[in-house]
């Protein structure tokens, strides 16, 4: 009773707004940080590049909808994401009043081949320093997504999230430039991730061009 008598006053007073997701997922290939991206395939905005995301259901957590509307929209699956912020301009969306859920996430550079699905005509991963015209507010969405991306570099190991399991200090420090935006001193910087103890050697070499590089793994810092 006490929930149908709440349910009428909220109807009757307060219009219920549109709940969204979307979802900005990170890498790191060649120096450079990237965001995935889709085009849409519906208005409105059609044609134009966005972040996969979508409505959420009435009995769907948000999270869950976040996984669900990337998976379907690129094929792409995530393990670690984060809530990031709440975008609620009343002007955001054409369509109507419209409160969208970002989430953040990231991948190590072997994973996250995008496969168009759903509303999406067609995925692909894009340079943060060089993205088209986005819908929405979703320019806004990455540009808060780096911000906090380069706070969690600084205060916990989000670096080792984009990087492959076993990995060179150089593919680490290439990881913190391209977050950052700025050269580090390969002297310093490897100076200070080996007193860090968050890098175990693991006694094999990665064979390449010049001297092979000696390979590590992540050792996670204890709370």
């Not at 409105?44 to 995301?53: R, S, V």
């Not at 670690?80 to 419209?98: A, H, K, N, S």
């Not at 996250?112 to 991963?125: C, M, N, T, Y």
């Not at 780096?146 to 076993?166: M, N, Y």
Request: aromatic letters at 8%.
């Amino acid at each position: 009773m006490a929930e149908a008598v709440l349910r009428d006053s909220v109807d009757n007073k307060y219009p219920s707004p549109f709940v969204a997701v979307d979802v900005v997922v990170f890498r790191v290939v060649e120096g450079k940080l990237q965001v995935l991206l889709i085009e849409r395939r519906k208005p409105p905005f059609q044609n134009t590049w966005a972040l996969p995301g979508g409505f959420i259901g009435l009995d769907e957590a948000l999270e869950e909808a976040a996984c669900r509307e990337l998976r379907e929209e690129t094929g792409v699956s995530v393990t670690l994401i984060e809530q990031l912020y709440t975008f609620g301009d009343p002007g955001r969306d054409p369509r109507g009043r419209v409160i969208s859920v970002a989430y953040l996430a990231l991948l190590p550079p072997g994973e996250g081949a995008p496969q168009a699905g759903d509303d999406a005509v067609r995925a692909a991963w894009f340079p943060v320093m060089a993205l088209p015209a986005l819908a929405f507010d979703h320019g806004e969405m990455v540009g808060r997504a780096v911000e906090r991306l380069r706070v969690k570099l600084q205060i916990e190991d989000a670096a080792f999230h984009l990087l492959p399991s076993e990995f060179t200090l150089s593919e680490l420090q290439s990881v913190w430039e391209a977050v950052l935006g700025v050269s580090l001193d390969k002297r310093n910087f490897r100076r200070r991730v080996l007193n860090s103890g968050q890098v175990t050697e693991i006694g094999r070499r990665r064979s390449g061009e010049g001297r092979p590089a000696r390979l590590y793994r992540y050792h996670p810092r204890r709370k």
